[in-house]
């Protein structure tokens, strides 16, 4: 307790141990005691040094969040070291960055209207500055743009800066084309201006690969912002899909069970109407009832295969249109069976025969085009 330098253990002692009061002391003692970011303040640490662990530890919750793959604030981003790294940004480009800054800082204000009156020759882009206020808030916009990217400390603070540019990009609608043809006229307009006033080929050399490694993470990092915003849209509509997809299937189950129920049922019904086919064929007219008897028999093995049609598709079967055919089929013959002793007309009876022909027909394609898929 002493090494808080306050007498933390009083906090323990005061009220009873198990109220509520004494519970909130406990914590905040805990924190006093525990809490490095307070231990370092009590060894002397300078605030700034403080706000710069507490931004670091924020960004790497940041980063752990947008490791689940779905919020964050910097979803699509490294931390500025890993940037750094990979674009092989080192100690000594950071040294040559004061005299970059010093080259190029002077001529900021011409750059900003140079770049201005780039952006107002496109149409486009041209939309975005309708007013003399928005051209003259967004010069200031570009030139501290500039000082950053020459004269701050590459951490994760700058990166921070540079998404939140980004990002209003992305709000204003701006399309990601038009950020890098402009960073394209910036690197040309900078590179131009370095190759004017600085004569030592080395060292123009040596400062023209530093300006194309900042201008290229500086690009990186607000590009990450449309990267992440297709992200959401991505990650929205496959969400939703899932989900219609996932419903949509369980309907389809549920009919399909439905259908299931119905074609039993239909079985049952046409197995009643054999019965009483063959009880009219033993009670009453034989010939007619055995006539009868044939065609509900041919409808109850149509009903057993769509029964079992539907049973495979239930376990994932293939779904085959022939059988709706199979059913035409019977009905017909059955209907030939039926008018063959109800004495029908010559007409009738040779439409039926008409189209159990065109079923033929039908069948024979359909069987034709399966075994030549097969």
């Known amino acids: 307790a002493s090494n808080c ?24 003692a805990h924190f006093w005691i525990e809490n490095p970011i307070v231990s370092k303040i009590i060894r002397g640490w300078t605030l700034s040094k403080i706000l710069q662990i507490i931004r670091t530890r924020l960004f790497q919750q940041t980063q752990q969040v947008a490791g689940s793959g779905t919020r964050g604030v910097l979803t699509l981003m490294h931390p500025m070291e890993v940037v750094l790294k990979h674009y092989n940004f080192n100690a000594q480009d950071e040294a040559l960055l004061p005299e970059l800054a010093e080259t190029i800082l002077p001529i900021q204000d011409r750059f900003a209207d140079d770049f201005y009156q780039f952006l107002l020759e496109d149409s486009y882009t041209a939309a975005y500055f309708r007013s003399q206020g928005a051209i003259k808030k967004r010069k200031a916009t570009i030139t501290s743009w500039l000082q950053d990217i020459l004269t701050s400390r590459y951490d994760n603070q700058l990166l921070i800066k540079l998404v939140r540019i980004g990002k209003v990009h992305v709000k204003i609608g701006l399309e990601g084309h038009y950020v890098n043809a402009a960073m394209g006229f910036i690197r040309r307009y900078l590179q131009s201006h370095l190759n004017r006033v600085v004569s030592d080929a080395v060292k123009r050399e040596s400062l023209m690969e530093t300006l194309d490694k900042a201008l290229d993470i500086s690009l990186d990092i607000m590009t990450s912002s449309y990267r992440e915003a297709e992200l959401k849209k991505v990650f929205i509509s496959q969400r939703v899909e899932f989900w219609m997809v996932k419903w949509a299937e369980r309907l389809m189950h549920g009919l399909n069970l439905i259908l299931m129920v119905g074609l039993v049922a239909m079985a049952v019904g046409v197995a009643g109407l054999l019965a009483s086919d063959l009880y009219y064929a033993l009670t009453d007219s034989l010939e007619k009832g055995v006539i009868k008897a044939l065609g509900s028999i041919l409808i109850l093995w149509m009903m057993m295969e769509l029964l ?16 709706f055919v199979d059913l035409a089929l019977v009905a017909f013959i059955r209907k030939v069976f039926v008018a063959s002793i109800d004495q029908k007309d010559a007409v009738s009876f040779g439409l039926l025969l008409g189209g159990l022909l065109v079923l033929g027909i039908i069948y024979f394609l359909i069987g034709r085009s399966e075994k030549q898929i097969l």
């Open 308 to 323: 079992h049609t539907q049973v495979e598709q239930l376990k994932g079967g293939k779904f085959h249109v022939r059988i």
């Open 5 to 28: 330098g306050v007498p933390c253990a009083a906090y323990y002692r005061t009220p009873p141990r198990n109220s509520l009061f004494s519970l909130t002391l406990r914590k905040i």
